[in-house]
């Protein structure tokens, strides 16, 4: 079975992901400067992008992980009802926070990271997001970092997956409607 024969196109190939994650790096390096930031995957769709994000950043920073769990979502959709599965490793309070994630959809994931973090002080804690999917949002949230604007596709591959797959391919691509059914 190749993974590839399950897409309908292409919405952003490898070299693109790779040049803009490489602006992205560049600008978070310059904004924090030597205040040592904290990336904060979320698990598990964020983990190829923070991989790769970590990687274009010239400045000392350190890493974790946190893995939360949507319920009674479809498929293709979350319920914006969340719970923590995995907490992060570090103390955060007064320590400059930048949440990496996969794709903002409706808002209800982050928003919730985001309030569950704050009440933890953080020195600053901002948001990069690699996809930003607009046109669904239900809760508005400021992003400080987006990769790309995408239309509302369901799309797969570089971290984000259908029923677990197509985490590994090294693009962004669009499942055939024929795989949701
Ligand atoms: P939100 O709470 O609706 O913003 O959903 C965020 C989460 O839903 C993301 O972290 C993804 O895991 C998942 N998600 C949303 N849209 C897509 C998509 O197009 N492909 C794969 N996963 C998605
Ligand atoms: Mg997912």
Redesign the pocket.
């Known amino acids: 079975m190749r993974l590839e024969d399950h897409l309908a196109k292409i919405l952003i190939p490898s070299d693109r992901l790779q040049a803009r994650i490489y602006e992205l790096g560049a600008q978070i390096a310059r904004d924090y400067g030597d205040t040592r930031p904290l990336l904060v995957c ?1 698990l598990k ?2 983990v190829i992008f923070m991989s790769d994000l970590s990687r274009a950043m010239s400045i000392p920073h350190e890493l974790d992980f946190m893995a939360i769990s ?1 319920y009674g979502g479809t498929r ?3 319920s ?1 009802v ?1 719970r923590i599965l995995m907490d992060l490793n570090a103390n955060i309070e007064n320590r400059h926070v930048l949440i990496v ?10 928003h919730y990271m985001v309030d569950t973090l704050r009440t933890r002080n953080p020195a600053s804690l901002k948001i990069c997001t690699l996809l930003n ?1 607009q046109e ?1 949002r239900e809760v508005e949230i400021k992003l400080d970092y987006v990769g790309f604007d995408i239309p509302n ?4 591959g570089y971290g ?3 029923d677990e797959l197509y985490r590994n391919l090294p693009y962004i691509g669009v499942l055939k409607p024929e795989m949701y059914s």
């Open positions: 979320v769709g964020g949507s293709t959709e979350s914006g969340v994630e996969d794709i903002i959809d409706t808002g209800h994931t982050l999917k669904r596709e369901f799309v797969v984000l997956d259908f």
